[in-house]
């Protein structure tokens, strides 16, 4: 259940500043509400979530400050953890990222926002669970928890026809085993993703 909660999060089912019930989310994931509590204070203790003192739950909104701390924290832990999994990635972690690269092309071809929110996350995060670090994994998580529901926000108002990635740089880095083109290539892909986010996005919300 947590994992749904999660993955709702991450694909933007969630709406910045919009709040829901305890209750209605329970009903929407088909369990009861103490189990959701639970899991919604964790997601809180991790910045994901806020909770109101009516009880309500929401996505905390989005600001400029809060925007520009995460890239800062996603450029510092990012190409980090990408270069401390290459060694453990191989023939076949570069072929999966193929498959999700191909399918996430395939997603914005037709549209699809919330799976290329999906495929996205998981190209990266196929890079980087092979690194097993105990911190920097768990705090990454914790920031995509905190932009994804923004990001699709955004990607609703303005579009996603203009996003370029360096998914296909980072495939050749770890055929190569170029720490240090992985490194930037990981770097570019959230500079370039962040920046669209940052330059179209908040105007977009916050008009």
């Given at each position: 259940m ?31 509400p ?29 600001t ?80 995509w ?5 923004y ?20 495939i ?17 892909d ?18």
């Amino acid at each position: 259940m947590e994992q749904a909660v999660r993955t709702a999060l991450l694909t933007g089912r969630f709406i910045p500043g919009k709040a829901v019930t305890l209750r209605g989310l329970a009903k929407d994931l088909g369990v009861s509400p103490m189990p959701v509590r639970e899991v919604i204070q964790r997601l809180a203790a991790e910045n994901a979530l806020e909770i109101r003192l009516n009880g309500r739950v929401q996505v905390p909104e989005m600001t400029a400050p809060r925007f520009s701390e995460i890239l800062k924290a996603r450029l510092l832990l990012e190409p980090e953890l990408a270069e401390m999994a290459l060694p453990k990635l191989g023939k076949t972690e570069a072929s999966r990222l193929k498959e999700l690269d191909d399918a996430l092309d395939a997603s914005l071809g037709s549209g699809d926002t919330e799976g290329y929110m999906f495929l996205n996350h998981a190209f990266h995060f196929e890079i980087y669970k092979a690194a097993r670090s105990q911190i920097l994994l768990p705090l990454t998580e914790s920031l995509w928890l905190q932009f994804a529901p923004y990001m699709r926000t955004v990607y609703g108002r303005v579009g996603t026809s203009s996003l370029v990635d360096w998914h296909k740089e980072a495939i050749k880095a770890v055929h190569d085993r170029d720490a240090g083109a992985l490194r930037g290539a990981i770097a570019a892909d959230i500079t370039e993703g962040m920046g669209m986010l940052g330059r179209r996005g908040l105007e977009a919300i916050n008009p």
